[in-house]
T-cell receptor
Framework: DSGVTQTPKHLITATGQRVTLRCSPR?????VYWYQQSLDQGLQFLIH???????AKGNILERFSAQQFPDLHSELNLSSLELGDSALYFC????????????FGPGTRLLVL | QKEVEQDPGPLSVPEGAIVSLNCTYS??????FMWYRQYSRKGPELLMY????GNKEDGRFTAQVDKSSKYISLFIRDSQPSDSATYLC???????????FGTGTQLKVEL
C-alpha cells in the first residue's frame, strides 16, 4: 500500500458526460501528479500540482482540468467525455517538487460508453 | 522519436533465469532514472532509483545507467513467478519537472 488513495475505483459513464476523480496524497506529501494510462499510449503525464499551485502540464486535453485543495487532496475533472477517454487514471504523490520518487495510487478505471 | 523507448515484449523466461530489461532515451538533460513494477490492474510501484552512471544493486535487482549511450537497464537475478509484471522505466528531467515513462515491458516468469 503506497498511502495514496483514489476514488472511485471504477467509473462507467456515457459520452458527453462529466466526471470527477479524487486523489488523497500520502501524509505529508505536497505534490500530486495525474497520469493517464491506456493500452496504446502507455502512462502519460497529465499535470502536476505542488501545495495548491500548478507546476507542470503534460498532454492534458482542454476538456480536462485539475485542482489541488488546501488539505492537499486533488481532483481531476474530465468533461465532454469521448470513447477515447476510457483509460486508467493514476494519481501519484511526492514530498517535493518532482525529483523525489513518486508513489502511485491504485488508479481509477474509467469506461466511457 | 519518443523520448523514452522500451521494448513492450512480452518476455517469457523460466524460473531462475536472469532477466534483462532495457530502455533508451533521447534527451541528455534527463537526470534521474527509475524502474517501476506494475502488476495487472494495479498502480506502478517504485523498484529502483538512480541518478548516476554505473550500477546500483538492491537484492535480486540491479539497475544500470550508461549516460554516454543514453541506455538504462534493469537486471533481475533468480527470477520468480511473482516477478511477472510489467516493468516501466521512468526518467526525470529536472527542468521540465515531470517523469517520462517508457511504454513498459511485460514479463512472464514461468515455472
Amino acid at each position: 500500500d503506497s498511502g495514496v488513495t483514489q476514488t472511485p475505483k471504477h467509473l462507467i459513464t456515457a459520452t458527453g458526460q462529466r466526471v470527477t476523480l479524487r486523489c488523497s496524497p500520502r501524509s505529508g506529501d505536497l505534490s500530486v501528479y495525474w497520469y493517464q494510462q491506456s493500452l496504446d499510449q502507455g502512462l502519460q503525464f497529465l499535470i502536476h500540482y505542488y501545495n495548491g499551485e500548478e507546476r507542470a502540464k503534460g498532454n492534458i486535453l482542454e476538456r480536462f482540468s485539475a485542482q489541488q485543495f488546501p488539505d492537499l487532496h486533488s481532483e481531476l475533472n474530465l468533461s465532454s467525455l469521448e470513447l477515447g477517454d476510457s483509460a486508467l487514471y493514476f494519481c501519484a504523490s511526492s514530498g517535493g517538487t518532482g525529483r523525489e520518487t513518486q508513489y502511485f495510487g491504485p488508479g481509477t478505471r474509467l469506461l466511457v460508453l | 522519436q519518443k523520448e523514452v523507448e522500451q521494448d513492450p515484449g512480452p518476455l517469457s523466461v523460466p524460473e531462475g533465469a536472469i532477466v534483462s530489461l532495457n530502455c533508451t532515451y533521447s534527451n541528455s538533460a534527463f537526470q534521474y532514472f527509475m524502474w517501476y513494477r506494475q502488476y495487472s490492474r494495479k498502480g506502478p510501484e517504485l523498484l529502483m532509483y538512480t541518478y548516476s552512471s554505473g550500477n546500483k544493486e538492491d537484492g535480486r535487482f540491479t539497475a544500470q545507467v550508461d549516460k554516454s549511450s543514453k541506455y538504462i537497464s534493469l537486471f533481475i537475478r533468480d527470477s520468480q513467478p511473482s516477478d511477472s509484471a510489467t516493468y516501466l522505466c521512468a526518467i526525470y528531467e529536472g527542468g521540465g519537472n515531470k517523469l517520462t515513462f517508457g511504454t513498459g515491458t511485460q514479463l512472464k516468469v514461468e515455472l
